[in-house]
């Protein structure tokens, strides 16, 4: 990546109709986030802040303005081409870890990096280093349902980082956890993402949480503050 915005928003919009009447979620957002930045979305519950994240990464469309990732301007691009640099750029977080149960935490973050063409072995190898540095080198054979609230979302956070995303987008990515839990596995999560130079955008409404990162933004009535 060179000094170039990992994303780069303009003049975003994102509208819908409810009960004959449209909605404005989000009215003209402009925001850049740079590489290895770390940026907290700070907003309450309805805010827009997931609607946000999904416009940031390219799951769905009906957006208006520009989103530019790494450089390419998504815009234009074809649902295939989309989902390729959604594949290539950006690891996700979500506040539900979204694991498959019948795979273990090892095998949960080796797939994707096999979807992404990587080798096993190699993907293995990748999958118990992010783990280890995430506290879980004894769960490694563990399924998702012998695991903690807590373990299930640092291999939610190990996945999203299999792939050596330029970005990482995580959706309250500690709001299921009690408070003694998710410090433990933020301080995590952005210490792991400092060690491999990925930008981060963390939606939250927890402004304790949102002081740990190194840039807060606000989101009010579909603008940035």
Do not use: W
Not at 23 to 49: C, F, H, T, W
Not at 117 to 136: I, Q, S
Not at 167 to 179: K, M
């Amino acid at each position: 990546m060179s000094d170039a915005a990992v994303i780069e928003l303009t003049d975003l919009t994102r509208s819908f109709e409810q009960g004959g009447e449209r909605i404005d979620v989000l009215r003209g957002v402009n925001l850049a986030v740079q590489p290895g930045e770390i940026v907290a979305l700070l907003g309450p519950s309805g805010s827009g802040k997931s609607t946000l994240l999904q416009a940031v990464g390219l799951l769905e469309g009906g957006f208006g303005g520009s989103i530019r990732i790494a450089g390419v301007e998504a815009g234009g691009l074809s649902s295939d081409q989309r989902t390729d640099l959604r594949r290539s750029f950006v690891g996700f977080v979500y506040q539900f870890h979204h694991l498959l149960p019948d795979f273990t935490a090892l095998e949960n973050v080796v797939l994707p990096q096999l979807v992404a063409g990587k080798a096993r072995a190699e993907a293995e190898e990748r999958a118990a280093e992010l783990l280890t540095a995430l506290g879980l080198a004894e769960r490694l054979s563990h399924r998702p349902s012998k695991l903690s609230g807590g373990e299930q979302q640092r291999v939610a956070v190990a996945r999203a980082l299999a792939n050596r995303p330029a970005l990482v987008l995580a959706d309250e990515p500690t709001g299921n956890l009690d408070e003694k839990t998710a410090d433990k596995v933020l301080a995590q999560f952005l210490d792991l993402v400092r060690t491999t130079g990925s930008a981060a955008l963390v939606a939250t409404h927890n402004e304790r949480l949102a002081a740990r990162m190194d840039r807060v933004v606000r989101l009010h009535e579909g603008r940035l503050e």
